[in-house]
């Protein structure tokens, strides 16, 4: 398991200028009173900032020098994350394997978990990546 460092507090001008370069123009996310007459109460980050951060955070343990991103699977939101909240990144290697038409390569499956400054599960996902294989030792 990787614990991604350093951890990213999440700001109101982060969750807008993220919105709008997306065309993300949800009320949600900018406006305050729409927000406030929401479940949550106030506004909440919109999740693909939080899916961006969690693969940003981890690349230089996880991803930095793969040969692609294959796959992202299973990714939940299952708690808001609102301006203001400071995230942590926690990735678990679930499964390795080589790869059967290239033998320098192989396929490493992992669980990516963002977690909030209360320790509560925010988003988590599974991603798969292609990476070089070490060479082979020669006896």
Not at 24 to 39: E, T
Not at 83 to 98: P, S
Request: net charge negative; aromatic share 6%.
């Amino acid at each position: 398991v990787y614990k991604h460092w350093p951890a990213k507090t999440v700001t109101e001008s982060d969750d807008h200028l993220f919105c709008l370069i997306t065309m993300n123009h949800h009320p949600l996310h900018l406006n305050d009173v729409y927000a406030a007459q929401s479940q949550q109460k106030r506004n909440v980050v919109v999740g693909p900032l939080v899916y961006s951060l969690a693969l940003g955070m981890s690349v230089s343990d996880v991803s930095g020098k793969a040969i692609a991103n294959l796959a992202t699977e299973e990714l939940s939101h299952p708690n808001p994350v609102f301006h203001g909240d400071t995230l942590f990144v926690e990735t678990e290697v679930l499964e390795k394997k080589e790869s059967r038409s290239k033998p320098d390569r192989g396929l490493v499956r992992t669980l990516f978990e963002v977690l909030n400054q209360q320790g509560e599960v925010v988003m988590s996902m599974q991603a798969m990546n292609l990476v070089r294989c070490r060479p082979a030792a020669t006896p």
